[in-house]
């Protein structure tokens, strides 16, 4: 028996191009090259890669990716029509989209009046032969054309008759598909449903259309078996921006009124209040509405997709993202975490796998004793419910959390707790004392540290010190200088981020200050924390806990230990 394979949604992602104008998000042609050759990798159909011609940057990108193609997306150029009153021949900027070398072409155009008018100063009728002029100067030179129709929702609105002049203008010079872009962000989506099923109807009912059989622009071999041959040529297509808080509910709208592709971005970068965002389209177009978008096994590559991007672009991953983000399945109530213990479905509404993400138990003030039994096994340990080591986790844990400590941060620091309360936090040295001392010269930005440590080491006595830009640096210098003989594993291990907070600053200076250190080894991190009204004792105790949960995790790995019954049996 044959099934039917799932409807297909065609993805465009303008990352590369509609994200870079994020405030702030700057990218170098290396950069762009690596978002473009992961975006390969997770299966994106399209990948806009920038305006080539706007500025020598994009130049060089497309001239890279001619010599190291792609291997499973299209790469686009993006570019506007020509200008009034010129011809789409002797248009320079159309001659560099040429240049880039790609099979398909981005066109956006003016969809509303307003824009035509007051923006490009020329006649309506101009406008729609700048459309016709352009693509068809594009499809007469073998390139195949998307036809992003700007501000569309806003024109549609305000001259409905001439918006859809404009697409009629592009489908008679040859565009595949018509985007219809909410440029401004402003549209609900109940406004979005109902004007692309209008839309829809038009290009079905138009005497332009042509079947994708009998047009020119039949698909390439690798994207046929994906497209029905009832299918109209143009398509219709989406692009939405969050100006509202709506740009994936008017995506999810228009793809249910019968648009074919999808254009959005990674995280949903983008200018202004961002696009929508592909992370979060995927996994509901994809597992929830039974569309087909990106292979099923790659679906898998979401969430690393979503953090590898944000790395690139020198962004803090949204930690509370939908699908993707860290806490997007984390569970922090004793009593949802009971109940996911015994059924995820209970308070998940997709299994975090799916998507590469995961299941996490966050332990803090509000944690019951299922919180700690379930954090617990993924450090290999069962727990009792009624042993007194559980009960003792739990206990320590809330006085620490009164304090000001927060675990669910800190997850190294809470592994160790959990050993020591087990009688298996191993010794690995022992801190006899550290001093710091700051050099603060006046007119002078730069500032030095000297950090002296002395600690024991089996029995054996070490004294050294060492420099930093900052107190912080130089203890943190000194503690591996004085360990490295006796732990060479420690030259792999680096502190890579540090964070404070003030908990009570209403006592000023005498305040008490929380530290995180995230540390690493090149393949894993992980965070601890301190908490002292010293910030400098808070640091010195979230630095060593960070070598110890280091060090720990090398003799674990080397030698693993196994808990049953809350007793070591390996």
Known sequence: MTTNPSPHIWLYDTTLRDGTQREGLSVSIEDKLRIAYRLDQLGVPFIEGGWPGANPKDVKFFWQLQENPLKQSEIVAFCSTRRPHTTAADEPMLQAILTAGTRWVTIFGKSWDLHVTSGLKTTLEENLAMIRDTIEFFRAQGRRVIYDAEHWFDGYKHNQEYALQTLEAAMTAGAEWLVLC?????????????????????????????????????????????????????????????????????????????????QGTINGYGERCGNANLCSLIPNLQLKLGYSCIPEHQLHQLAEASRFVSEVVNLAPDEHAPFVGRSAFAHKGGIH?????????????????????????????QSGISNVLAKARTLGIELDKQSPEARQILQRLKELESEGYQFEAAEASFALLVYEA???????????????????????????????????????????????????????????????????????????????????GHRGTASKTRVLVESGNGSQRWTTIGVSTNILAASYQAVVEG?????????????????AGNKRIV
Request: glycine residues 6%.
């Open 182 to 262: 909410d440029t401004n962000g402003g549209t609900l989506p109940h406004e979005v449903s109902q004007v692309v099923q209008d839309v829809v109807n038009s290009v079905l009912s138009s005497e332009y259309r042509v079947t994708s059989g009998e047009s020119h622009s039949k698909l390439s071999t690798q994207d046929s078996a994906l497209l029905h041959h009832q299918s109209p040529i143009p398509q219709i297509g989406i692009h939405t921006h969050n100006d509202s808080d709506t740009a994936i509910a008017n995506a999810l709208a228009a793809v249910m009124a019968g648009a074919t592709m999808v």
């Open 337 to 365: 975490v009971s109940a996911v213990e015994r059924n995820p479905l209970t308070y998940e509404h997709i299994q975090p796998e799916q998507v590469g993400n995961r299941r996490r138990i966050v332990i803090s003030e």
């Open 422 to 504: 087990l009688g298996d936090r191993q010794k690995f040295f022992e801190i006899k004392g550290f001093q710091v001392h700051c050099d603060l010269v006046e007119g002078n930005e730069a500032s030095n540290a000297l950090a002296t440590v002395k600690l024991a080491v089996n029995g054996e006595n070490k004294l050294e010190a060492a420099e930093g830009n900052g107190p912080v640096a130089a203890l943190d210098a000194a503690l591996r200088k004085a360990l490295m003989n006796f732990y060479p594993q420690i030259a792999n291990f680096e502190l890579t981020d540090y964070k404070v907070r003030i908990l009570n």
């Open 547 to 563: 070598l110890e949960y280091g060090l720990l995790r090398d003799v674990m790995r080397q030698a693993p230990v196994i808990y």
